[in-house]
């Protein structure tokens, strides 16, 4: 469990799998963009960090969360990526909507781990309100999506590895 002094988004570069012959498929939901853009802007500032070219880093945007799904599909389909970051926020709200669009995306990032030969990493923040998002994508939590950055290169060192 998170404390709230504690930044989860720390990293030892000597640790990590350089990355730079790798290339990273970003797909970003517009919705609730505030937050999406600053965990597109962590992601992408690990990566380059750890020795991505950028012409190594497609990005795609999609309306919103449930979209990333068929974008991931898309970009593995097209784009010869060695790893794929899903970037969305769900946030809360009075209906089952949360419930659904949150399960529907894990569902369908699970279903193109099993189903593709490329890593997709969930980077997808469900929480109760705006503050807990704000407190992840850049706040006193780190940036979940530096997380999610190192857990692709890994990821993507680990398919170069298995063949």
């Known amino acids: 469990m998170a404390t709230a002094n504690k930044n989860l988004s720390e990293y030892d570069k000597n640790t990590i799998p350089n990355s730079e012959n790798f290339r990273f498929g970003i797909v970003v939901s517009e919705w609730n963009d ?49 790893c794929v970051i899903v970037i969305g926020c769900v946030i809360q709200g009075e209906t089952k909507h949360f419930d659904f669009v949150c399960e529907g995306v894990t569902q369908g990032i699970k279903d193109l781990n099993v189903q593709a030969d490329v890593p997709v990493i969930f980077c997808v923040l469900t929480d109760n309100n705006q503050q807990q998002s704000i407190d992840r994508s850049g706040g006193i939590h780190g940036n979940k999506g530096t997380e999610a950055a190192i857990a692709a290169i890994k990821m993507a060192w680990l398919r170069q590895q298995a063949g």
């Open 34 to 82: 505030v937050i999406t853009e600053g965990l597109f802007y962590g992601a992408e500032a690990a990566l380059l960090d750890c020795g991505t070219l950028p012409n190594n880093i497609v990005r795609w945007n999609v309306p919103g969360s449930f979209e990333l799904v068929y974008g991931a599909k898309k970009m593995i389909e097209t784009q010869s990526v060695d």
